[in-house]
């Protein structure tokens, strides 16, 4: 897991999704699964943290979090996704 602390007042932060979502993500905004041998499956999310929640627009607030419990949330939601996947 990386968290890239960016702060919403740079638009580097949406192209930094922009980017992620074409490359490992589906057009439903889940992530993809990618398999490496037969033993490893990989599932990559971005989390970014910001001072203030409201000040992302709408489209990308997935990605981002402005609190303990909200990242702790996306955490969780993350994890039992991919879970799920088994």
């Known amino acids: 897991m990386f968290i890239?602390?960016?702060g919403t007042e740079y638009i580097?932060?949406?192209?930094?999704?922009d980017g992620f979502s074409?490359?490992?993500e589906n057009e439903q905004k889940?992530?993809?699964e990618f398999s490496f041998w037969d033993d490893f499956k990989i599932i990559v999310n971005l989390l970014f943290r910001t001072k203030d929640i409201t000040k992302v627009i709408e489209s990308h607030k997935q990605y981002w979090f402005d609190s303990f419990k909200d990242f702790e949330d996306k955490m969780y939601s993350i994890n039992?996704?991919?879970l799920k996947r088994g």
């Open 30 to 32: 889940k992530s993809k």
């Open 12 to 17: 580097d932060g949406y192209r930094k999704i």
């Open 4 to 6: 890239d602390p960016k």
């Open 22 to 24: 074409k490359i490992f």
């Open 80 to 82: 039992s996704h991919a």
